[in-house]
């Protein structure tokens, strides 16, 4: 599929340092997804200059099945009017395969300065969750993911309490099922609103493995489903 990535920022967020954060986050997201970002460049100068440029950062990449994933930090306004949203839809439909899934990625910051604009953007992300675009084509579609920009600030997935989480390939489940002698269904359970199954971009029944260290049992492998 196709993912296209804004983040949004409001004018006290958009400083040189949180511009490289997201960015940086970003790219680690998409490697965790399975995209190869090998040959993003994340040197500091060119990312400062690309945005004062062009008021926009673009990550464009593609992973092993050749599926094109498009990251995009840009100016705050972008977003807010539901007509600019669109424009960049239009902008990017042209790019996207038929018959394949396409995700928008929406990221928008919550400045604690601005209580208001806290809920506008917490109601907006809601909404966003449950947007799929049919674009001209047949069998074009668009889905559209959401973040807070805050959640960008630092990559949860390295946090030393969070395990490693591994989206588990249809494979991989069906022989995980066949030796456990169970069923997805009886599998522990993982919220699709939860941040790392938000962080992978987990639809609802992928499965993940979780590999778990504790001091009294060592290291451990855990598996959920989304749900």
């Known amino acids: 599929y196709i993912s296209l990535s804004i983040s949004t920022m409001t ?9 490289y954060d997201a960015y940086k986050t970003c790219t680690e997201m998409l490697t965790d997804r399975k995209f190869d970002a090998s040959k993003v460049n994340l040197d500091k100068e060119y990312v400062f200059k ?3 440029n062009n008021r ?26 539901t007509e600019n949203l669109m424009k960049v839809v239009d902008s990017v439909h042209r790019m996207i395969k038929p018959n394949m899934h396409n995700l928008l990625i929406v990221v928008i910051d919550n400045s604690k300065t601005k ?10 992300i809601k909404s966003l969750n449950s947007i799929a675009i049919k674009l001209p084509e047949e069998e074009k579609r668009l889905f559209i993911q959401g973040f807070k920009y805050s959640e960008l600030q630092a990559n949860i997935s390295h946090h030393h309490l969070v395990p490693l989480h591994i989206l588990l390939s249809s494979t991989e489940i069906e022989t995980l099922l066949t030796s456990l002698r169970t069923t997805k269904e009886k599998l522990p359970r993982i919220l699709i609103t939860e941040p790392m199954s938000r962080y992978l ?16 049992a060592g290291e451990y492998n855990s598996y959920r489903v989304c749900i």
Not at 60 to 65: C, G, K, L, M, S
Not at 115 to 124: A, C, Q
Not at 201 to 216: A, M, Q
């Open 11 to 19: 004018e006290e967020k958009t400083t040189n340092d949180t511009i």
């Open 50 to 52: 690309q945005f004062k």
């Open 115 to 124: 209580s208001n604009l806290n809920t506008i953007i917490d109601k907006k």
């Open 56 to 81: 926009e950062v673009i990550i464009d990449i593609f992973n092993a099945q050749g599926d094109r994933i498009i990251v995009k930090l840009v100016d705050p306004r972008i977003i807010f009017k």
């Open 201 to 216: 971009n987990l639809s609802i029944g992928d499965v993940c493995r979780i590999e778990s260290k504790s001091e009294t």
